[in-house]
């Protein structure tokens, strides 16, 4: 019974460019959710989407980030024109239902040159 | 803004000690969630606790939920080095638009043989 799948583990990307995180939930979940951790910070809230729908996109950035969850395939986190600041481990959690508990992936770990 | 913070945040032991860790919250949560995250890994779900005074066990583990469902703690007996880790409290906000966890600050424990 595979986890929460997250590729790639690391990711280089450099000023301005495109950064697409991947996110295969548990068998069976339907909720997924992004979460991340800044350097010397806790693990942040940012959005909340279930099959083709965002429920709560409350702790996005405002701009250059966007989440979907197709009906097939994994959910992916979109940062565009990535700048420095964006450097940070971002981990995914999936859910059988709408509830706290949450199982995490191995998480992404971008950096921004 | 929820505000879950955890104490205490770094704790250095030897192998056959007692340990409790505390997460405060002036928000009430739907549940609470006890994670452990190593270095360069995800947080792993450990217990999730939803009732006002529940007390859960996890081998050497003991979880326990406040009554107004505002803190929690966690205790862990005859302490040894493979405990050693990141300890995260999570509180889970969810119910309508959104569904969420809200992370404490992190209590690093070291155990030494």
């Known amino acids: 019974n595979a986890g929460v799948m997250q590729n790639p583990r690391h990711l280089v990307r450099r000023r301005g460019q495109e950064a697409r995180l991947r996110c295969s939930p548990m068998k069976g979940h339907s909720h997924v959710y992004w979460y991340r951790q800044l350097p010397e910070e806790g693990l942040k809230f940012m959005v909340y989407l279930q099959k083709e729908n965002i429920i709560d996109e409350s702790g996005m950035p405002k701009e250059r980030f966007s989440a979907e969850f197709p009906k097939e395939g994994p959910s992916i986190l979109r940062i565009q024109q990535v700048v420095r600041g964006d450097s940070a481990a971002y981990f995914c959690?999936?859910?059988?239902?709408?509830?706290?508990?949450?199982?995490f992936g191995p998480g992404t770990r971008l950096t921004v040159l | 803004t929820q505000l879950l913070e955890q104490s205490p945040q770094f704790l250095s032991i030897q192998e056959g000690e007692n340990l409790t860790v505390y997460c405060n919250s002036s928000?009430?949560?739907?549940?609470l969630q006890w994670y452990r995250q190593e270095p360069g890994e995800g947080p792993v779900l450990l217990v999730t606790v939803v009732t006002g005074g529940e007390v859960k066990k996890l081998k050497r583990l003991t979880f326990q939920f406040g009554d107004a469902r505002k803190d929690s703690s966690l205790h862990i007996t005859a302490a040894q080095p493979g405990d050693t880790g990141l300890y995260l409290c999570a509180g889970g906000m969810y119910g309508g638009a959104t569904n969420k966890l809200i992370f404490g600050t992190g209590t690093l424990l070291a155990v030494q043989p």
């Open positions: 959690a999936s859910s059988p239902s709408g509830t706290g508990r949450q199982y």
């Open positions: 928000s009430v949560f739907s549940s």
